[in-house]
């Protein structure tokens, strides 16, 4: 080898020397995976059908609902499980009759809200089931149509009926959930709940010109039976 190729490969060691000494060790370091998170958080935002039976003075009262339903269920890393949830939409029954009114199905509106405690499998993953117990309150209202009557004190005025029954709830939810991308998935769940105790309500309305009168009649001594919810819908991840 003549002196020039000599020199030539001893520039270039020295070089790669100097550059393998300023080169950070981070960059040779392996790469840690990310953090697992301590909490996972769902909104679930769907359709429910609460299907109700409740008992008020002897007589069964059952009710069809058709709800949207939005909840809230927060997975630790360890699978403990924080649920709290809200629906409102229309009740329909049969089971209620109004003086003066037609026997027809009646219409009316349906809220519930339920909070749950609980343990998730496969906290973490693309699918989970969660085992919640629950808590909560539900109540329907119905309303009839207004009609002309002749009342002995205020005279000629409209009247109309309403008719509430809500009850304390105890029971538990199955939540399955499915994650289709990182922030978005589906779910659908079933949740069943024994009215643990119940309250009725009933009222007679007289409206003449400005002025209101409600007579009312409060029934807190009867037990519900049970309140069986499906619903399905879409989840937010966070």
Do not use: C
């Amino acid at each position: 080898m003549n002196k020039k190729n000599i020199i030539l490969a001893t520039a270039l060691f020295l070089t790669s020397v100097a550059s393998a000494a300023t080169t950070p060790a981070a960059e040779f370091a392996p790469q840690s995976a990310p953090a697992e998170k301590a909490w996972t958080h769902m909104i679930d935002l769907g359709l429910a059908f609460p299907i109700a039976k409740y008992k008020v003075d002897g007589k069964k009262i059952s009710t069809v609902n058709y709800a949207v339903d939005i909840s809230y269920l927060g997975v630790a890393r360890n699978g403990f499980s924080l649920e709290g949830s809200v629906a409102g939409g229309y009740s329909t029954t049969d089971d209620i009759k109004f003086e003066g009114g037609k026997d027809d199905l009646q219409l009316g509106r349906y809220t519930s809200l339920d909070f749950g405690v609980g343990y998730t499998f496969g906290a973490g993953k693309s699918f989970s089931v969660s085992v919640l117990g629950t808590a909560g309150y539900e109540i329907v209202y119905f309303e009839s149509d207004s009609h002309e009557y002749k009342h002995e004190e205020l005279g000629k005025v409209d009247r109309y009926f309403g008719a509430a029954v809500g009850g304390l709830t105890l029971g538990g939810d199955v939540i399955v959930h499915k994650a289709l991308s990182p922030r978005m998935g589906v779910y659908a769940g079933v949740s069943g709940r024994w009215i643990a105790t119940s309250v009725a309500m009933s009222t007679a309305n007289y409206e003449k010109d400005d002025f209101t009168r409600t007579d009312t009649s409060v029934d807190d001594d009867n037990s519900g039976l049970y309140s069986i919810v499906p619903a399905i819908g879409a989840t937010l991840h966070f």
